[in-house]
């Protein structure tokens, strides 16, 4: 993947607070979905969907500071019915897809997939991935979703697809 890099900074302490109320609050909508993926441990699920709202959030607030004018981030909680694929941040026409992973020395970074995504599958011109990784000093990798080959993971019992933090290559042109 392609992609240029960026430096992120932390929400503020409130959002980091919207982030953890989101999460506590939207677990009862996931909880099915990620059971049927192996996941059943509440806190983990939790902390999932808290790390992937803060990385929206941070990307958010990069964007704008860049004069970007992303739409504002989606809070609302979805029946279980009427959760998709679609993207988390929208700037005009450019449909973006975060994912975000943690800094931990012990794995290489790296950003999962569900197969069936469109994204993966089918994207469109108008998809951009942005894969966030959070650490201290956090950034994030932003690139067209068109044109990426996903690897499937090490760890052959999940049924996903990745791209690996060291297949990324980045460029100084902006692709979205």
């Not at 979805?78 to 005009?92: A, G, H, V, W």
């Amino acid at each position: 993947m392609k992609a240029i890099k960026l430096d992120l900074t932390a929400p503020a302490p409130y959002d980091q607070a919207l982030c953890r109320l989101f999460a506590d609050t939207v677990y009862e909508t996931n909880k099915d979905a990620y059971a049927k993926r192996q996941q059943n441990d509440k806190d983990k699920v939790i902390q999932d969907i808290y790390y992937g709202k803060i990385a929206e959030m941070m990307l958010h607030k990069k964007l704008k500071e860049l004069g970007k004018h992303p739409r504002p981030i989606d809070f609302h909680i979805y029946e279980t019915k009427d959760k998709s694929f679609d993207c988390d941040i929208q700037i005009s026409a450019s449909m973006v897809h975060v994912k975000s992973c943690l800094n931990n020395s012990a794995f290489p970074n790296s950003w999962l997939f569900q197969p069936n995504d469109p994204v993966v599958t089918s994207p469109t011109p108008t998809d951009v991935l942005a894969l966030v990784v959070l650490a201290k000093d956090s950034y994030c990798y932003i690139g067209q979703a068109f044109g990426v080959s996903y690897s499937n993971p090490v760890k052959e019992t999940l049924n996903k697809k990745v791209i690996y933090e060291n297949n990324v290559v980045v460029t100084q042109k902006e692709l979205y």
